[in-house]
T-cell receptor, first 112, second 115 residues
Framework: QKEVEQDPGPLSVPEGAIVSLNCTYS??????FMWYRQYSRKGPELLMY????GNKEDGRFTAQVDKSSKYISLFIRDSQPSDSATYLC????????????FGQGTELSVKP | NAGVMQNPRHLVRRRGQEARLRCSPM?????VYWYRQLPEEGLKFMVY????????ESGMPKERFSAEFPKEGPSILRIQQVVRGDSAAYFC?????????????FGEGSRLTVL
């Protein structure tokens, strides 16, 4: 069993839709949870970062962490074609520095 | 305002040759991380370095792979005697300090193809 599970998709939605992306994990020691966005042939860029449980909102993006269920989500409201990319969840334990454990990534396509 | 710079962006090697990948961190960043992305897989941690020190190499294959971050110059990931299974995208990331928060800044990657 992988430490972090993420449905690879692909996921295709119409422009304006609400997108829900999810990851589950098995290591209860994870404290930091991130979502990265990766455009084709580019490096990942940090979208959202959350410490421990709770919600965090940034514009059209909302990240949720439920540590009791070992489940994290990223919601994208009013999705745009420019949101088409691969979304990677990532997690780390307190003292692991930049040693992130990534999910496989979900490929999202937003159709005009 | 340069980001993390990686070169070469694309590298082709024949089996048995050596590959050297270079990474210059963002200005002001002294911590460097290397990740590998195999086809259809997520990013996998390889190594974490500070200037002249290897902090965590738990993700590095035991043989043929080495990394350094000298006092002067870029960080280098070296793969000796490459095999076809080494074909992947290698990403470098940097942070301004030992990031317990996971906020890393990634380069655009070096794509290695082994023939």
């Amino acid at each position: 069993q992988k430490e972090v599970e993420q449905d690879p998709g692909p996921l295709s939605v119409p422009e304006g839709a609400i997108v829900s992306l999810n990851c589950t994990y098995s290591n209860s020691a994870f404290q930091y949870f991130m979502w990265y966005r990766q455009y084709s042939r580019k490096g990942p860029e940090l979208l959202m970062y959350t410490y421990s449980s709770g919600n965090k909102e940034d514009g059209r993006f909302t990240a949720q962490v439920d540590k009791s269920s070992k489940y994290i989500s990223l919601f994208i409201r009013d999705s745009q074609p420019s949101d088409s990319a691969t979304y990677l969840c990532a997690m780390s334990v307190d003292n692991q520095g930049g040693k992130l454990i990534f999910g496989q990534g979900t490929e999202l396509s937003v159709k005009p | 305002n340069a980001g993390v710079m990686q070169n070469p962006r694309h590298l082709v090697r024949r089996r048995g040759q050596e590959a050297r990948l270079r990474c210059s961190p963002m200005k002001g960043h002294s911590h460097v991380y290397w990740y590998r992305q195999l086809p259809e897989e997520g990013l996998k941690f390889m190594v974490y370095l500070q200037k002249e020190n290897i902090i965590d190499e738990s993700g590095m294959p035991k043989e043929r792979f080495s990394a350094e971050f000298p006092k002067e110059g870029p960080s280098i990931l070296r793969i000796q005697q490459v095999v076809r299974g080494d074909s992947a995208a290698y990403f470098c990331a940097s942070s301004p300090q030992g990031s317990g928060t996971g906020e890393l800044f990634f380069g655009e990657g070096s794509r290695l193809t082994v023939l």
